[in-house]
């Protein structure tokens, strides 16, 4: 592409946003990640927050409903900050606004190739620096002053790093527009809004912020009013040089959370510190926010401002961590209340841990926040030359199959060569059409099958359960019609079982990399990669599209005998087409889309804070039985 304009170097004075004066602009939500940078959310998430935004100012937005990465997180709109419910971990988010004629505008989004083959937006402010170069045909744009050594090049799509000379690929492509809104821009996106509009959320999220707001506005009246009116251990004496001054917040609409110039006097067990310096602390007789009682004590050279939002609004991750310890508290520091673990032993549960920390920053009372651990999903990077066959596994690579004994299998032959004909017939009803076993089967009228009476009865060998044989073959022909039968009763199966797996490829290979709980042996890893495309006969609704989301999928296997033994068995059910299925998300709620066909994979490499990770030293067993469960055991492997 040919441009003849001299090449752009960016000026940060000014132009990125949208005049407020104008009465029409994009708005576009971002988050701000552990770099300091603000990153932008989707077009349709920013879509979905300003449609909650209409309905409720001070709701909270469930980000899964609109993106399926997104089902752990939500906003807080009162708080403007993002929240991790599986983890506790905070970011502040912000709402900031575009010319309805620059990138987002317009819906293009300029991405830049990743070290895993993906692609990441840039930030709104370089993608809008970008596309206006773009526009205007220079042959290259320089980014340094906005803060990046990189040198975008039109011509040949890439950006190159000044300092390394490491080009990367670059791309242009259209998106759904960002949200047009007209009206006079708020002067503050981090409110607290005024009085609550519409009905409460019912969600347990919601629940525990009303509930422990509730709780903190109830503690701190009951404060006010020992202070007042006296009351055992709550009042301070005249001479008590303890006592901070507490001024009023409008962080919470109703009850004042604290009270005009109140005196708080000291309380006893576990401490949270807050402030900055002396031996300032919050103490509480347990970590059971809602039910306990909590004191302030301050040192006299201490004054409590409480000015809203604005101790949160800090670069990087951020989790409240709460102490147990009984010990006294070092000058100069606020200690941390850690949560230990994701699966609920620690001493306060994440979601609590979080909804906590948005409450005292939300009063205005400093927090010590640490960064939250993140899940390890990928190993250090590998170099092809060190990526090793498995062995005792041919190959590396498997492509999805045909259905298997399609062709010329008609239902009566199927049923009859797993089934025997009985003469005396039990007195006990049919489990598919639910009738008496010696009267006709249900399907009588509506089935019918040349030499398959509707009042023959047949065993099945493996298990012996009984059953009306029409009601065999309208089973079957409702099935996958693969030529394998499966018992209703006690799922034995008959034949081999296949599935309805859309095409794609496996690929399996070792990599350099020991798991967690494994640290003699390397490591399997599996990529599977399925495309989307359209449903056919087989599959729930034939002729619809249907979504592939978050392929290609890395999978990992201990290399130990038993961690190939469960690979060759993946590598069946591959080939039967039974690792995943087109259905219904279950986290997500999304229909016509890849799901996984109950077999269980590990997609955490170092960690397990998703349950989906290492270490787990009961896995390997448990995903021979889902095996098993499908047809594929033990017994099928050749050695």
């Not at 994009?26 to 879509?47: D, F, I, K, T």
């Not at 099958?449 to 099945?460: A, N, S, W």
Request: proline share 8%; with cysteine; glycine share 10%.
């Amino acid at each position: 592409m040919a441009r003849p304009s001299p090449g752009l170097l960016v000026s940060v004075g000014g132009g990125l946003g949208y005049s407020p004066q104008s009465m029409a602009r994009v708005v576009v939500w971002e988050w701000l990640n552990e770099h300091g940078r603000w990153r932008p959310y989707s077009a349709a998430a920013c879509h979905h927050i300003e449609n909650v935004l209409k309905g409720d100012a001070r709701g909270t937005v469930i980000l899964g409903q609109v993106d399926p990465q997104l089902v752990p997180y939500v906003i807080d709109l009162q708080s403007m900050h993002q929240f991790r419910q599986d983890t506790g971990t905070m970011r502040p988010v912000q709402r900031n606004f575009y010319d309805p004629s620059s990138a987002p505008g317009k819906g293009v989004v300029w991405e830049w190739e990743n070290d895993n083959g993906s692609w990441t937006p840039y930030d709104m402010e370089l993608c809008v620096s970008i596309q206006n170069a773009y526009e205007k045909q220079h042959p290259w744009l320089d980014l340094s002053s906005l803060g990046f050594s990189y040198v975008v090049d039109f011509d040949s799509m890439a950006q190159t790093n000044r300092q390394s000379q490491r080009r990367r690929r670059i791309r242009r492509r259209m998106d759904l527009a960002y949200p047009l809104i007209a009206g006079s821009i708020p002067k503050s996106q981090s409110w607290p809004v005024g009085t609550s509009s519409g009905t409460p959320c019912s969600c347990q999220q919601c629940l525990l912020v009303h509930s422990t707001r509730a709780a903190s506005n109830a503690i701190l009246a009951s404060q006010q009013r020992r202070r007042l009116y006296g009351g055992a251990g709550g009042t301070a004496g005249p001479g008590d040089k303890t006592a901070p001054t507490v001024r009023q917040s409008n962080t919470f609409a109703g009850t004042s959370l604290w009270s005009p110039m109140v005196n708080v006097a000291g309380g006893h067990h576990n401490n949270i510190a807050v402030g900055r310096g002396g031996n300032g602390k919050v103490e509480t007789s347990g970590m059971n926010f809602p039910c306990s009682s909590a004191l302030v004590t301050l040192s006299a050279n201490h004054t409590l401002m409480i000015n809203g939002q604005n101790n949160l609004n800090r670069p990087g991750t951020q989790r409240i961590v709460v102490s147990t310890s009984r010990g006294a508290i070092p000058a100069g520091r606020v200690p941390a209340l850690p949560v230990k673990n994701l699966s609920g032993s620690g001493p306060l549960h994440p979601a609590l841990a979080g909804m906590t920390g948005i409450l005292m920053c939300a009063a205005g009372l400093p927090v010590c926040l640490t960064r939250a651990p993140k899940p390890i999903l990928h190993p250090p990077p590998v170099n092809k030359g060190d990526l090793k066959p498995v062995p005792g596994v041919n190959g590396i690579r498997r492509k999805t199959k045909k259905k298997h004994l399609r062709k010329g299998k008609n239902p009566e032959d199927v049923v009859r060569r797993y089934t025997e004909k009985i003469k005396v017939v039990p007195d006990e009803d049919c489990t598919i059409c639910m009738e008496r076993l010696v009267t006709s089967s249900g399907y009588e009228g509506v089935l019918s099958h040349r030499g398959i009476k509707p009042e023959l009865v047949g065993r099945l060998g493996k298990c012996g359960h009984v059953f009306h044989l029409l009601c065999l073959v309208a089973m079957y022909n409702n099935g996958n019609k693969d030529g394998s039968l499966q018992c209703p009763t006690c799922k034995a199966i008959y034949g081999e079982k296949t599935g309805t797996q859309p095409p794609g490829k496996m690929e399996y290979h070792i990599i350099p990399h020991s798991l967690p709980g494994y640290p003699e042996s390397k490591t399997i890893r599996i990529v599977y990669d399925i495309t989307a495309g359209m449903q056919t006969i087989e599959h729930p609704n034939p002729g619809k599209k249907f979504t592939a989301r978050g392929f290609p999928r890395h999978c990992y296997l201990p290399d130990n005998d038993k961690g190939r033994k469960v690979l060759k068995l993946l590598i069946m059910a591959w080939d039967r087409r039974l690792i995943f299925t087109i259905g219904t998300s279950s986290t997500t709620g999304e229909m016509d889309t890849v799901v996984w066909n109950e077999i269980h994979h590990k997609t955490e490499f170092g960690s397990n804070l998703t349950g989906h990770g290492y270490p787990d030293p009961n896995y390997l067993d448990n995903v021979l039985i889902e095996l098993s469960a499908q047809g594929v055991g033990e017994e099928n492997l050749i050695y």
